[in-house]
């Protein structure tokens, strides 16, 4: 198993593009969670999948933004429009489900908006 | 609502020096608490973790016990490294939201050789 991966690691792109993230959770991990980290602080909650349904979207999670686990394996996390505030690190985290709170981070995508 | 506080740094410390990092929370329930350490350049890892109450957690040296009664977790070594430099989280599961986790700001520790 090599982990949770994220695509791209690294994206500049100027004010209003769209840019979309890709996740790959652990095999078999039902459960698949969006943070974002901005310079200096912790992870803050963004959604939650549990394998293909969206439970749970945080009030950061504006209109611009939308996530998809289409086949509850990967999953995609799409920002409309971006904006200089959005710049930040975007981390996935899986784990095997309910009674297993541990989470396992993959190394991040990294988004710059000039 | 849950929330993590934690020592604010940065924290530098010379090499075999003893280690303490104070994380309060405030949680309903019975949580589970962990800290994640980043290391430079490379992403969250989950460092130890306990789930409840007097049990501690311990990995690479590093403990931390889970006290209910001062709704604590510090994060404790007795001689560091210059290998242990990185930021450091503490943070629970937030059971009452599909066990999201909630992470405090963050502590950076610099250890001098």
């Known amino acids: 198993d090599t982990g949770v991966s994220q695509d791209p690691r690294h994206k500049i792109t100027k004010r209003g593009q769209n840019v979309t993230f890709r996740c790959d959770p652990i095999?078999?991990?039902?459960?698949l969670y969006w943070y974002r980290q901005t310079l200096g602080q912790g992870p803050e909650f963004l959604t939650y999948?549990?394998?293909?349904?969206?439970?749970?979207k945080s009030r950061l999670l504006s209109d611009r933004f939308s996530a998809e686990r289409p086949k509850g394996s990967f999953s995609t996390l799409e920002i409309q429009r971006t904006e200089q505030g959005d710049s930040a690190m975007y981390l996935c985290?899986?784990?095997?489900?309910?009674?297993?709170?541990?989470?396992?981070f993959g190394p991040g995508t990294r988004l710059l908006v000039l | 609502g849950n929330s993590v506080t934690q020592m604010e740094g940065p924290v530098t410390l010379s090499e075999e020096a003893f280690l303490t990092i104070n994380c309060t929370y405030t949680?309903?329930?019975?949580?589970?608490l962990f800290w994640y350490v980043q290391y430079p350049g490379e992403g969250l890892q989950l460092l130890l973790k306990a789930t409840k109450a007097d049990d501690k957690g311990s990995n690479k040296g590093f403990e931390a016990t889970y006290r209910k009664e001062t709704t604590s977790f510090h994060l404790e070594k007795g001689s560091v490294q210059v290998s242990d430099s990185a930021v450091y989280f503490c943070a629970l599961s937030d059971l009452s939201s599909a066990s999201k986790i909630i992470f405090g700001s963050g502590t950076r520790l610099s250890i001098r050789p």
């Open positions: 985290a899986s784990s095997p489900g309910q009674g297993h709170e541990t989470q396992y």
């Open positions: 999948f549990q394998n293909e349904a969206q439970l749970e």
């Open positions: 095999s078999e991990h039902n459960r």
């Open positions: 949680a309903t329930g019975y949580p589970s």
